[in-house]
């Protein structure tokens, strides 16, 4: 026996339209479901709330159906209801034709981005041809220049019948020919209502905006930041063990009360959402608004199922003309959770009328300043990625800058989900776009990773130019210089080497083109200052000591043992104090040869073994420790191979 899931196709289809026009007799023709389960919906005739029901296009095809109130009062129901729709099936009664809610929900789904539907001329048994075609013109007059322009127009009784079969089979070709929602992106369900039911406890309905969703999952409810774990599902009062992005659900949720959970709230995949106050859109506002829009506006925030009050904030001019466009910050009142790419729609505080909607393109901590560049040329360029994956991951990469990101970092950053990152970090690399550090585990983007190259250069030319008679700088130091992590400066070191830029000796880095510049005198000076350090192997001049000796200033001498130490002739054990590099390999035979015989070895016994003093020998022996040579156990040396 197949599952739910193989018959369902998450495609939902949505209700719009005047009150008493009709839509939820529809609903029910079409679904033998009453939409209307409130008592007063009931007593009062109409509907008052959302209602969702399944319909079977075909036995291969089971979609659903919101369906919204159509009363004015109720606007703020029917935004939330139409919300996750694909599909509007726009209602007009043939004996009211083209009312006030006609042309507001119309406005509010095409704000919402729906670009399919149909509409359906009902009540046509109680009006003649003539009425019929004078409502079909209003109908083609109100759509034209929308989504709906050239629409299929559907008479049809609810009472009789008439033109059922037409608009069903019309209805159903527009579900097969459209494409099941993406089921991709990090779950998210906005909470459309919530009851405790007998037995199961707190019962969370709505439809997913985007992912899955699996029994057994936890998720996170904001703003209130609580968890639960998903203890059973339904869909269209089904059970099954998943949900996806476009169905309508029924989450019991478990260790969440139902006075927890309000409408406008989030159910969605714990740590990646967080509420915010300052949300960054385009606004188009609608050619039927009153007047131009102002800055500082009071206005509604519908997003998802939920209603905020707050401000809008113009960015990028003074006032908005009806029909025009910018870029705005909403100021909200209360913390929401919304997405890049969200779809939203603003009524004016008061009078409570739709003026207008966008996109959300991204939240911020802090608000945005008025007419700044910079700002705008950010929000332009996060718009542009909205809808395409790809770009959102380079163009994060691009934000994080030379720290680079790992998919984790992404996920967080452009809230896709981790299932679908490593593909897209692929494809960037793939096409040259990132650069790869920590076996591909971390991502820069093409652009910071050369311009760290291009400063790595930059600092080891400057550091030739200042002292050509050094071989190069330190690992350490160029490493520190630039500020970068570890994985970081590999990656960029070893594309430097391989192509040929940059030359690295032992733990000093150079300029491939570099060499050093010593004159004669500074050459004696430099033989003289290895044999000073052959001469007394295991008693080393320090540097006082060694510019008596040579007779030079102590800056000279610094040079001199900078040069040494990174041509490999000395050691620094610690810092001032060198020793030869054979003086060394001569130590180490001596102290493994004599633990070898021994086993262990008191530092009185090294010191003697060497013939110096402890002030030679104790860096001696912590510097053989910190080679991994040797092991101090109890005041004693032993060597490390045979402690492990």
Partial sequence: MRKLTDRRVNIMIGTAGHIDHGKTELTRLLTGCDTDRLPEEKARGMSIDLGFAPWHASRERLVGIVDVPGHEGFIRNMVAGVTAIDIVLLVVAADDGVMPQTIEHLSIVELLGVDCGLVALTKVDLVDETQRELVADQVRELTQGTFLEGAAICPVSAKTGE??????????????SREPRATSGLFRLPVERRFVQRGRGTVVTGIPVSGEVRVGDTLELLPAGLKGRVRALECYKMEDDRARAGECVALNIADLSAEDVQRGDVLCEPGYYEPTRLVAARLHLLRTAAEPLRSRTAIRFHCGTAETMGRVVLLDQDQLPPGAEGLVELHLEAPT???????????????VVTIGGGRVIGTHRRRLRRYQDGALADLRTAEATLAAPAERVHQALATAGERGASAADLAHSTLLSPRELPALMEALVAAGRAVPVQEGRRLLAAEAFDALAARLRETLADLHHREPHRAGMPLLALRQALATEQPVFDALLAQEAAAGRVRVAGEVV?????????????????????????AQPFQTPAAEELAAMLRADARQVERLLTVLRERGALVEVEPGLFFHRDAIARAQELLVAELQRRAELLSPEFRDLLGTTRKWAIPLLDYFDRQGVTVRLNGKRVLKRKVE
Avoid: K, N
């Fill in 337 to 351: 959770v919304v997405a890049p790419g969200d779809r939203y729609v603003l009524r004016l505080h008061s009078p």
């Fill in 163 to 176: 033109g059922f079969d037409a608009f069903w089979h019309t209805l159903r070709e527009l579900v097969e």
């Fill in 510 to 534: 150079a300029l491939a083109e570099h060499h050093v510049a010593l004159d004669p005198e500074q050459e004696r000076l430099l033989a003289a200052a290895e044999q000073a350090f052959l």
